[in-house]
């Protein structure tokens, strides 16, 4: 059986990457999502068990610590973490699965996983950003100037990903996000089944 893909997005904050995710899971609704824990408060309109998990510092610590955890990252003062049963359940089922996590958290993922393709959401430039922050009026100027000295620190990581998906233009961001998808979809080492099936009948 072919063997799930593991998508991982990455972007700073403002750069799009949730619309983009809507999108991709509209497009494709068999992509299983795996949902975070989170430390952090929940937003307007945020449903505990779809949007995030909303734990406790104690309890998302008693859960790292016995290893419940694929990955976790502290991002902006709060933790976040990705569940690793269901993750492991939806690869091994041969179901696609799509992380939305930080730069700290796709890089422990890299390790931790064989079949991972890793795409990054750039910002159109650093100023649009800022503007993107400062529209979405759920920060006050503190936190917009972290968030922004977070994406510069999560910038520099973009190198090591697999696809740079630029979200100028949503459209056009969204074509290319599914293309890097796609692609990963095709890779041999992931169909090896297709191969094999073929050999075994002739
Ligand atoms: P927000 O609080 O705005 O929903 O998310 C803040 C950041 O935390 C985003 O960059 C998001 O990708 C990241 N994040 C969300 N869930 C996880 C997770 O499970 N692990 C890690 N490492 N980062 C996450």
């Known amino acids: 059986m072919r063997r799930g893909i ?26 299983g999502y795996s949902v975070s824990c989170t430390t952090r408060a929940p937003r307007e309109g945020e449903v505990d068990g779809r949007d995030y998990t909303f734990l406790s510092r104690d309890e998302f610590g008693r859960r790292r610590a016995r290893g419940a955890f694929a990955e976790w990252a502290e991002v902006h003062g709060n933790l976040y973490g990705t569940p690793l049963a269901p993750v492991q359940e939806m690869l091994a089922n041969g179901r696609d699965a799509l992380f939305d996590i930080d730069v700290q958290g796709a890089a422990q993922l ?47 990581e973009a190198a090591w990903y697999d696809a740079l998906v630029v979200n100028d233009d949503l459209d056009t961001a969204y074509d290319r996000l599914r293309a890097a998808y796609v692609a990963a979809t095709l890779a041999p080492a992931r169909n090896a089944h297709l191969v094999d099936g073929l050999l075994a009948t002739s």
């Not at 079949?115 to 920060?139: C, K, W």
């Open 110 to 156: 890299r390790l931790n996983l064989d079949a991972a393709t890793f795409i990054f959401i750039l910002p159109p430039s650093m100023a649009e950003l800022e503007r993107r922050l400062r529209l979405r009026g759920q920060d006050d100027d503190a936190a917009i100037e972290r968030r922004l000295a977070n994406a510069r620190r999560e910038l520099r």
């Open 6 to 31: 593991a998508l991982v997005l990455s972007a700073p904050s403002g750069a799009g990457k949730t619309t983009l995710i809507r999108r991709l899971r509209a497009e494709f609704p068999d992509f």
